[in-house]
């Protein structure tokens, strides 16, 4: 993966993002049609910057695992391959849906609980603070 001004982040994160991109991209599957050059630019307008070298590996993953299927399309005179979810695909993404939304509300719920906590120490110093002046 590259920062936005193309330079290698040495894959410090890379192992959290993996799962990240190909939940991204099998959501899109299931949304509509899919090909790989569309699928880098999406995932680049949200901050991951990969290359083809890492997309269709993916791609060719999600495909083994009958989670997309692919066929060649005519488009603009050139054959492209484009992928579309499957049954199973769909199946699976609803299930790391709910993964996903469980992980964000644990995530989330411990920094809205810290910003509490917070905010009731600033409310205690301030109450304390206004009977000395």
Known sequence: MRDKDGKSRGGQYQALYSGIIR???????????????????????????????????????????????????????????????????RQALAAAKEKVSELFGELFEQQRRSERVANRRRSKIRGTNRGTV
């Open 23 to 89: 939940l991204h991209v099998l959501h899109h599957a299931c949304e509509g049609p899919v090909f790989g050059l569309e699928m880098i630019e999406e995932l680049s307008r949200h901050g991951y910057h990969i290359g083809p070298g890492t997309l269709y590996p993916i791609l060719h993953e999600l495909e083994a695992k009958k989670w997309l299927r692919s066929q060649k399309e005519l488009a603009g005179g050139r054959f492209r391959r484009v992928y579309r979810a499957t049954r199973t695909g």
